[in-house]
């Protein structure tokens, strides 16, 4: 597992599958607990292992951009 | 004059099992689009509800209640109410779920902290999920749902959705022999503040066109994560720190590491499975507003070992006395004095078993701090084996690390 969130910008690794996810249920990653609402920022096979528990924000935001126009499938 | 037609419609009596979906609440069906995007197999569309989740297998039945608190409006001067009110409306899905795996757990559990990963329990690069609970009070929330493929069509379903829902439930699972353990899953709804009034907690629905075209999401069901064999009690001591959480098992044996846990202690045989139970009591915030609750806190936390045991040593008759004094003469006596203990001792408890489809792998449901609270009895009869039975409730261990004060459920993958 890698891609752990030091909530440092400074010592953040950012690769190109790091993404910024809603923590939906809590989890602890490496020893670090992240609380439900939270946001941690995460490469992607890390967040595959707690996908149950997440919902990536770009997809939290492009829901709430279809809950204002209201669209009906 | 004609008659008003009767309405026998066979076709309108409902049966047939179905799934249980929870969805993020950023993308559960919206004030406007009230009903889910189904894909063509009936399952939530990825693509307007992305990160649902499937519950997986389900015991029995899902059952969606909808049920109003009406009050009586009552005047002296007739005998009967004049008019009602709805004082309250409670909204919940229960059903009694199949599969014990760390995720699930913590699904019902709610206030509880997953995680996974790889360590060295027992043997380096071991993949292992658990579940730890102690410290959290925030009540995740979540937009459950129920799919039902209609009795007539399997491609028309009936849906419940409840907006806002929050675990009311907890687990208890009875690990034994004689029956394969499920977990009560309780979810209540919550008034959406933000919907318009009518439609703030949840919708029951039937489609009346065939579900096609966007994208299922996968379902989860797995038989292996289905739990049924014995497991073991144990007295392991030293307990797991706040560091290494898990239970450090022997390769050979999965039995508590002699290394880490070198006074660990067998509780011998039981009777009957072994209870482990993590409840949380949950409390609903109600505003006179709305007709559901609008928000929910944890008042305190259950959690309980529980096991008839057979093997009434005086050392197990201590331990599950909690205040007794247990004294060994090797080839003279054993003893459990009592009298006059008043502080009973901290102990860990651990139920350890194996995975039925994969008996190399053990899951581990241990309670960190706790307390022996049922006493024991000791029966001189013919008829009838004496057992005592023993009740451990955890306790809240105020060294360790929130999230994970009370305990863990950890299993080998």
Known sequence: MRGLNLFNAETRRRGDDMREYRVLLPIDVEGHIYQFGSVVELDLETAKAYSHALLAVEEEAAAGSQKKDGEEK | ?413
């Open chain 2, 1 to 413: 004059m004609a008659g008003t037609a009767k309405d026998y419609n066979v076709t309108e009596i409902v049966q047939g099992p179905g799934d249980l979906w929870a969805i993020p609440i950023a993308s559960a069906p919206t004030d406007v689009a009230v009903r889910l995007t189904l894909a063509s197999d009936g399952t939530p569309d990825a693509t307007t509800h992305p990160s649902s989740v499937h519950l997986g297998a389900i015991m029995t039945a899902i059952t969606t209640q909808v049920k109003p608190k009406i009050t009586n409006i009552q005047t002296d001067q007739f005998e009967a109410p004049i008019d009602s009110y709805l004082a309250e409306l409670e909204a919940s899905i229960a059903a009694e779920m199949a599969q014990v795996e760390s995720q699930k757990l913590q699904r019902v559990l709610g206030v509880g902290t997953y995680s996974t990963g790889t360590n060295n329990n027992p043997t380096s690069g071991t993949a292992f999920e658990q579940l730890t609970w102690g410290g959290t009070w925030t009540v995740p929330k979540i937009c459950l749902a129920c799919i039902s493929p209609t009795r007539q069509n399997p491609n028309q379903y009936v849906v419940s959705v409840l907006y806002i829902g929050v675990s009311m439930s907890g687990f208890a699972l009875a690990l034994g022999r004689a029956k394969a353990a499920g977990y009560k899953l309780q979810m209540q709804g919550l008034s959406d503040t933000a919907r318009t009034a009518g439609q703030q907690i949840g919708v029951l629905y039937q489609t009346l066109a065939n579900a096609s075209g966007g994208t299922p999401t996968a379902k989860a069901n797995d038989p292996t994560q289905i739990f049924e064999g014995p497991v073991d009690l144990w007295l392991v001591s030293p307990a797991p720190t706040d560091a290494t959480m898990q239970v450090t098992l022997d390769a050979t044996t999965l039995t508590p590491s002699t290394l880490v846990h070198a006074s660990s202690a067998h509780l011998g045989l039981t009777e009957g499975a072994v209870t482990f139970s993590v409840v949380p009591k949950i409390e609903l915030v109600r505003a006179d507003q709305f007709d559901g609750a609008v928000d929910a806190y944890v008042n305190s936390l259950e959690c309980k070992i529980e096991a008839t045991c057979l093997s009434s040593t005086m050392a197990n008759l201590a331990q599950a006395l909690g205040v007794g004094n247990y004294t060994l003469s090797a080839g003279a006596y054993a003893q459990c004095t009592f009298g006059g203990t008043n502080q009973p001792p901290a102990i860990c408890i651990a139920a350890i078993g194996r995975k039925r489809t994969a008996t190399t792998k053990a899951v581990v449901a241990c309670l960190y701090r706790v307390n022996a609270a049922s006493g024991v009895t000791w029966t001189a009869q013919r008829a009838k084996t004496s057992t005592f039975k023993v009740e451990f409730t955890g306790q809240s261990d105020t060294t360790r690390t929130s999230g994970r004060q009370v305990g863990i459920y950890h299993e080998m993958m």
